[in-house]
């Protein structure tokens, strides 16, 4: 297996443009989670997705910033308008059901100018 | 509220050093405990994990934690380190009623040569 995988890996933007990262999870894995990484906060959970169904998104910090996962294999982070603040590398990870090992991807560099 | 605490956040040692990072959570419940290690610039893997039998855990690459109920803790060791363990060290822990990973702020490694 590929193991999870992300696009893009770094992002350059503007502020105030919309950011897209994607992610596809490993083949049967059944929850995904998107985290944000930043020197001054660490490791944040963003939201989680199980089955598709989004189960907790209380780690998404404002309204700018949403998630969906249409299919099993693909998900989205959206930031609309991105801010310098959004500034960060952003991981997602996948584990299969009850063994609670996370997978995680490569992780997208943003950075917001 | 749950909660995880690394009380190192910067450790420097020299090589073939003995190596003891803490862990503590705050819950008394069932709970499922990781490890993982983010080398430089890449993402985070699984060490090693818990979820019952032997609290004592073998993982990879010469590492090993062990699990103490009573003290809510579950600290990582090695007992000889290498220039080439150089990384953040996080500690993440499950809990029972819940399918949330609450990571610990990590803990810098340095290894001198």
């Known amino acids: 297996d590929a193991g999870v995988i992300q696009s893009p890996r770094h992002e350059v933007t503007e502020m105030g443009q919309e950011v897209t990262l994607r992610c596809k999870p490993i083949?049967?894995?059944?929850?995904l989670f998107w985290y944000r990484q930043t020197m001054m906060r660490g490791l944040e959970l963003l939201i989680y997705f199980n089955n598709n169904v989004p189960i907790d998104d209380s780690g998404m910090p404002e309204d700018r910033f949403s998630a969906k996962m249409p299919n099993a294999s693909f998900s989205t982070l959206k930031i609309q308008p991105s801010e310098p603040r959004d500034s960060a590398v952003y991981f997602c990870a996948s584990s299969f059901g009850r063994d609670y090992e996370q997978y995680f991807g490569p992780g997208t560099r943003l950075t917001v100018t | 509220a749950q909660s995880v605490s690394q009380h190192n956040h910067h450790v420097i040692l020299s090589e073939a050093a003995s190596l003891e990072l803490g862990c503590n959570y705050s819950y008394g419940g069932t709970v499922n405990l990781f490890w993982y290690v983010q080398y430089p610039g890449q993402h985070l893997q699984l060490l090693l994990k818990y979820f019952s039998g032997d609290p004592l855990v073998k993982g990879i690459k010469g590492f090993e934690a062990e699990f103490i109920k009573s003290k809510f803790s579950f600290n990582l060791r090695k007992p000889s380190v290498q220039w080439s363990d150089t990384a953040e060290y996080f500690c993440?822990?499950?809990?029972?009623?819940?399918?949330?990973?609450?990571f610990g702020t990590g803990t810098r490694l340095k290894v001198l040569a």
């Open positions: 083949s049967g894995h059944d929850y």
């Open positions: 993440a822990v499950t809990f029972s009623g819940t399918y949330k990973y609450i």
